[in-house]
């Protein structure tokens, strides 16, 4: 009787607490389920040249059905100024963040504390000019391949004969990896071909630099390696101060297009932005989803865009994406 | 029990999973219908929109432009389109009107064109001159006309037509171009992609290429795919398809003048997915009921065992020698059972008792009957002497005799007790020795070494005589006048020893032995009565533990010893010994002796 009573109580028991817990499973799968929340710092995240990035990165979320938040930065921002930032967003919950790193040359350092805390996937460049022995893995075009593919097309429309010509290369910054490989890329190519480079410009140009431009020698081509550069590069063409130069670069977004469109630009290579939001959203989101799977960096695909071109189906998707 | 508990769980189990089974399908079926329902609404509203852009160009051209020379009225031309445009600038990016060489002759709004924009390649107007007869909705692209400084490029859909138009009274071919923006079907499209189950719908061509999908830059790209090819090719309907190895419902909604398809699909996961709750509502519900059941069992169990529990409890502490109550209760044949019981424990109970009285009764009887052997055989012997006495003249003695048969035989019947009085039991014997003494002419002495403190203690009458008479007839009758007879009594350890003490013969060990035991021995003097009669009236009155000893030796003598209970003689106790009932002392009252 006693064993009865005994067996009776232990299946009520476990019956009850079977109930106890598919109550609790339901509702917190219905209600207490908290996707990760994966944080983005881009420089300057107003900029058109993100349109493309930011579409992927939503594309992804919703996939992942894991939360996005891309920080208002406003502006460029240096290594601390970032550092901060992404402090700032651990400690509200991001699980996971893409960085695009500051322009520096301790900018890996700098990032390494974050790297402890949650993982990190840095987007468009490395963030030492040693790619190789980064800890960071990195989503980004061939930076090498896009300079280089660049300058090809430039030798395509001289028949590779650029001897004794001049160039003038435009970057943003002169110590961020992406634009260094993007110069040695190009560099690689046309200084084989006899190509004398007149100057070369490393730092942003605003309008109140306008005569800057000026004071510099006449060249036969300006090669603007990134997209703010191309913008002002193409500005400047329009106004025709760049006396005749033609423009060749690379860009994403809608004002580099524009500017190829209305032939300010005689060429732009273009890295599929989109791909590079998904695909490093995705990668984190995985590596999130999966305790023993790490982060791992992508390459993305770049288009070689000419005006004849720019409105070829397979081109449209670009623009699609430069102007969401 | 148990099998009752598995029929009900099995039945349980087989309804929760029926009823799941049922509900699915029909929540299934309600999903698809509602599906269905949201389609038709949504491609009724899609072809109000193509409707009414459709409306726009035919106002542009029989309203505006059929009938009007550009070359005079311009201006109206530009009004009129104007007009149109600000009405619909909502839904509208465009409207422009081509010649036949791709030049631009009005737009509204009016902006730069581009250098060159190249018209007659593009595929709208291409379309629009390969079939002049129809309208031709595009697929999305870029509009590639105009000169936007603001550096946008703006995703449409064009439709297009060709028009007649008249120019300095000549009339030539051109293309009306209505560049819908993409905007307006986007927003109708995500309006109804709201689900998060995995079921979307998407827009595709009558040749499948998409319009609008969740996940359109995904699927250019090669991240994703869809079926939009052969779901081109479906009638409006409800398919079953798998694409990539996933199972899905496919609904198509063909949508009018365009051939454009609107596809529902709805993955088998979002089925489930909508009845993940209904799972676990289900799980929840049959274990509650097997939480019900088990109650219900056990209550039921309960109900049904604790009233026989209670009769087998009450029956074991019956059987433990407690005297309960046995237990009436439960349903009716536990209590049938229960008084079944009952009574027969109850007419246990009656027999037992009769059974005890029934053998007091014999017990008694038996005491009676060895009490009344003595009397005759005593009164013979005495009798015997008397008659010698009277014979021989000595009538002293005789009168002393008589005086003391007289003391005996009052002793002797004790108004008809049983138990009397050491005192009187020793006063019996004394009685007797006097008139043995004087009938073996005084051959032995008597000698009575008695502790006061065991006369006033109970006993069973005449136990001493016959002992007594024993030693005289086997002790004292061979030892020519040097005979001793010792009597001596006291108590040991809560108990009477009166012991018969004789200088005769004695006898040998086996011999002594069979005196209590051997019934069919003859004695070779006396009555025949002897000690085994007054051992089994001690055994019979105060239980097996009492009765006699004798101890022997040849040439010695023999001390025959009675071992009785020191019970203070009361008219209780002795009433309580005499009744018959089994001896125990904690039945006897206490007395100072």
């Keep these: 009787m006693k064993n009865h009573k005994k067996m009776f109580v232990l299946t009520e028991t476990v019956l009850a607490f079977a109930i106890i817990l598919l109550v609790f499973t339901m509702f917190w799968e219905k209600n207490g389920k908290s996707p990760y929340r994966i944080s983005v710092v881009i420089q300057d995240s107003d900029d058109n040249q993100w349109s493309a990035l930011k579409y992927g990165l939503k594309m992804a979320a919703e996939d992942q059905e894991m939360e996005l938040f891309i920080v208002n930065t406003g502006g460029p921002l240096t290594p601390e100024e970032e550092k901060k930032l992404l402090e700032y967003e651990i400690e509200n919950g991001a699980d996971g963040v893409i960085v695009q790193p500051a322009p520096g040359n301790d900018t890996e350092k700098v990032l390494e504390d974050i790297k402890k805390k949650v993982p990190v996937m840095l987007v468009e460049s490395a963030a030492s000019q040693d790619k190789e022995s980064s800890i960071f893995p990195v989503t980004e075009p061939d930076n090498y391949g896009m300079g280089a593919a660049l300058a090809e097309e430039l030798l395509k429309d001289y028949s590779g004969n650029v001897d004794g010509k001049t160039f003038g290369i435009l970057t943003e910054y002169a110590d961020v990896e992406a634009l260094s490989s ?69 860009g994403n977004s809608t004002e580099a297009v524009y500017y190829l469109d209305t032939d300010r630009v005689r060429c732009l290579v273009a890295p599929d932005e989109f791909q590079m939001g998904y695909q490093s959203f995705t990668e984190m989101a995985e590596s999130l989803g999966h305790l023993f799977c790490s982060v791992q960096g992508q390459v993305v695909s770049h288009t070689v865009l000419r005006k004849e071109t720019l409105f070829l189906e397979e081109n449209q998707e670009i623009l699609f994406t430069m102007s969401q | 029990m148990i099998t009752f508990s598995v029929i009900s769980l099995s039945i349980l189990l087989i309804l929760g999973v029926v009823m799941y089974l049922r509900f699915s399908a029909s929540a299934r079926q309600e999903m698809i219908s509602s599906t269905q329902k949201l389609m038709e609404q949504t491609g009724e509203n899609l072809e109000d929109y193509l409707v009414s852009m459709r409306r726009v160009s035919d106002s542009v051209y029989y309203n505006v432009i059929k009938g009007r020379d550009f070359s005079s009225q311009d201006q109206e031309i530009q009004r009129g389109m104007n007009l149109l445009y600000e009405a619909n600038r909502d839904n ?8 036949n060489f791709g030049s631009l002759v009005a737009a509204e709004p009016v902006v730069l064109q581009k250098e060159d924009p190249n018209i007659t390649q593009q595929g709208w107007y291409q379309q629009a001159m390969s079939e002049m007869e129809n309208m031709h909705f595009s697929t999305p692209h870029i509009q590639n006309l105009f000169d936007d400084a603001a550096f946008r490029y703006y995703w449409v859909i064009s439709l297009s037509r060709v028009v007649e138009l008249t120019k300095q009274g000549s009339t030539q071919l051109g293309v009306l171009l209505v560049d819908m923006d993409y905007s307006s079907i986007e927003r109708m499209m995500k309006q109804i992609n709201t689900s998060n189950s995995g079921q979307y719908f998407y827009l595709c061509d009558g040749d499948g ?93 309960v109900r049904i065992s604790s009233p026989i529990l209670k009769l087998s409890h009450s029956i074991l502490e019956y059987e433990a020698g407690k005297t309960p109550e046995i237990y009436i209760g439960g349903s009716e044949e536990i209590r049938y059972l229960g008084l079944s019981v009952q009574s027969s424990y109850e007419q246990i109970d009656k027999l037992m008792k009769k059974i005890v009285l029934e053998q007091n009764e014999r017990r008694k009887s038996e005491l009676d009957a060895l009490q009344s052997q003595i009397n005759p055989h005593f009164l013979y012997n005495a009798l015997d002497s008397i008659i010698w006495m009277v014979e021989s003249k000595r009538n002293d003695d005789a009168a002393f005799m008589i005086s003391e048969l007289a003391k005996f035989f009052r002793v002797s019947l004790s108004k008809g007790r049983t138990v009397i009085s050491i005192r009187d039991e020793l006063q019996h014997a004394k009685s007797y020795m006097n008139i043995q003494k004087i009938r073996y002419k005084n051959s032995f002495s008597v000698v009575f070494e008695i502790d006061p403190a065991v006369y006033g203690c109970c006993t069973v009458k005449l136990i001493l005589q016959p002992i007594l008479e024993n030693a005289i007839n086997y002790g004292m009758v061979d030892l020519d006048g040097c005979g001793e007879i010792k009597v001596v009594g006291k108590q040991e ?101």
Aim: charged content about 25%.
């Design chain 1, 182 to 250: 993007r110069k040695k890329g190009f560099l690689d190519v046309v200084e084989q071909q006899g190509a004398e480079i007149c100057w070369s410009v490393s730092e942003p140009l605003s309008d109140n630099r306008k005569d800057f431009l000026e004071t510099l020698a006449k060249v036969d081509f300006v090669i603007a390696l990134d997209d703010n550069s191309l913008q002002t590069a193409g500005k400047y063409t329009a106004a025709n101060d760049l006396h005749g130069a033609l423009v060749y670069g690379i």
């Design chain 2, 209 to 301: 290429k998409i319009i609008y999908h969740t996940r359109q830059i995904q699927i250019s790209n090669g991240i994703a795919e869809e079926n939009s090819l052969q779901a081109a090719a479906y009638k409006d309907g409800v398919y079953d398809e798998v694409f990539h190895g996933e199972r899905r419902k496919v609904i198509v909604n063909t949508i009018s003048y365009t051939g454009w398809k609107l596809v529902g699909v709805i993955p088998y996961s979002a089925f489930t997915y909508g009845m993940f709750n209904i799972r676990y509502f289900s799980v929840i519900f049959l274990l509650l009921m097997a939480m019900m059941l088990v109650f219900v069992n056990r209550v039921v169990s």
């Design chain 2, 493 to 593: 350890n809560g108990k009477v020893i009166l012991s018969v003490i004789d200088n005769g013969m004695g006898m040998p060990e086996e011999e002594a032995s069979l005196l209590l035991t051997d019934d069919s021995r003859i004695p070779k003097r006396g009555s025949g009565v002897g000690m085994l009669n007054v051992n089994k009236r001690i055994q019979v009155l105060f239980g097996k533990e009492y009765g006699l000893i004798v101890k022997s030796e040849l040439d010695e003598g023999t001390e025959v010893s009675i071992c009785i209970p020191a019970v203070p003689y009361t008219e209780e106790n002795r009433k309580i010994l005499e009744k018959g009932s089994a001896f125990t002392r904690e039945g006897m009252t206490e007395k100072e002796i």
């Design chain 2, 92 to 99: 509208l990016r465009s409207i422009a009107v081509y010649n």
